[in-house]
């Protein structure tokens, strides 16, 4: 199924997809629907290059849905390692992602670089595959430009993706709620310093877009989202230890 297009104004190049795994995408899976991941596709209508926001479940239908558009995929950007995230196995459930992407065709996969290790074993992709980053660095998609922010916490090289006016958070920073700090590589310390500092610099009007449909809407401008998110509401880090720490 491919899902429609994305309403955009005529004179709007900027290229920029909300899919929903298990509604949009990979219909037919179960884990799918119940994991409720978006994919993103970010890029510029006018070159026809966009990039894939955490391909997993259906890699290959998510590039039918950029054919449909006009649209071919230029790269990969990974949020964090996990499985619903970039393929791998989950809970035992074998969920395809970047790995069988790159079967049918070579595109750099960037990733943070505290994260390499883990895509690696976790992807079934090689390094030679991925292309590590610091937060702060920029890529160009056209006349786009997608800034990295290591945002460690939920995993060691988790990473939001700042575009046009758009936060892309992962795992990192849910409208309601923020990701779990009690798998493999999570840090709650750094969880909270990722929310309270390394995402101060997001204005209030920047739309975040999450990593799951955790929450009614899809998404919300970060002033409404620092307003009403619980992981806001803690003064301290040993408030916010206290809370959510888990």
Same mark, same amino acid.
């Given at each position: 199924?491919?899902?429609?297009?994305?309403?955009?104004?005529?004179?709007?190049?900027?290229?920029?997809?909300?899919?929903?795994?298990?509604?949009?995408?990979?219909?037919?899976?179960?884990?799918?629907?119940?994991? *409720?991941?978006?994919?993103?596709?970010?890029?510029?209508?006018?070159?026809?290059?966009?990039?894939?926001?955490?391909?997993?479940?259906?890699? =290959?239908?998510?590039?039918?849905?950029?054919?449909?558009?006009?649209?071919?995929? +230029?790269?990969?950007?990974?949020?964090?390692?996990?499985?619903?995230?970039?393929?791998?196995s989950?809970?035992? !459930?074998?969920?395809?992602?970047? +790995?069988?992407?790159?079967? &049918?065709?070579q595109?750099?996969?960037?990733?943070?670089?505290?994260?390499?290790? !883990?895509?690696?074993?976790?992807?079934?992709?090689?390094?030679?595959?991925?292309?590590?980053?610091?937060?702060?660095?920029?890529l =160009?998609?056209?006349?786009?430009?997608?800034?990295?922010?290591?945002?460690?916490? &939920?995993?060691?090289?988790?990473?939001?993706?700042?575009?046009?006016?758009?936060?892309?958070?992962?795992?990192?920073?849910?409208l309601?709620?923020?990701?779990?700090?009690?798998?493999?590589?999570?840090?709650?310390? +750094?969880?909270?310093?990722?929310?309270?500092?390394?995402?101060?610099?997001v204005?209030?009007?920047?739309?975040?877009?999450?990593?799951?449909?955790? *929450?009614?809407?899809?998404?919300?401008?970060?002033?409404?989202?620092?307003?009403?998110?619980?992981?806001?509401?803690?003064?301290? *880090?040993?408030? !916010?230890?206290?809370?959510? +720490?888990?």
């Amino acid at each position: 199924m491919v899902a429609p297009p994305a309403p955009t104004a005529p004179d709007d190049r900027r290229y920029f997809r909300q899919l929903l795994a298990g509604r949009d995408f990979a219909c037919e899976n179960d884990v799918a629907r119940q994991m *409720a991941n978006f994919v993103y596709a970010v890029g510029d209508r006018v070159t026809g290059e966009a990039l894939l926001v955490d391909p997993a479940y259906a890699p =290959a239908e998510l590039l039918d849905v950029l054919e449909a558009d006009g649209m071919r995929c +230029a790269g990969v950007l990974a949020t964090h390692y996990h499985a619903d995230h970039v393929g791998g196995s989950l809970a035992g !459930w074998p969920i395809d992602g970047v +790995a069988v992407l790159l079967e &049918h065709l070579q595109v750099p996969v960037h990733v943070q670089r505290d994260e390499l290790p !883990w895509v690696v074993r976790g992807a079934g992709v090689s390094a030679a595959d991925l292309v590590p980053h610091e937060s702060g660095d920029r890529l =160009a998609v056209g006349s786009l430009v997608v800034t990295l922010v290591h945002t460690p916490g &939920h995993t060691p090289g988790s990473q939001c993706f700042l575009v046009d006016g758009a936060l892309v958070s992962g795992d990192t920073l849910f409208l309601q709620g923020c990701g779990r700090t009690d798998l493999p590589g999570s840090d709650p310390v +750094a969880m909270y310093d990722s929310l309270t500092s390394r995402l101060a610099q997001v204005p209030d009007g920047t739309i975040v877009y999450p990593g799951h449909q955790y *929450a009614p809407e899809p998404s919300a401008p970060m002033g409404e989202v620092r307003r009403d998110n619980l992981c806001f509401r803690p003064g301290s *880090a040993q408030e !916010w230890l206290d809370m959510f +720490a888990r």
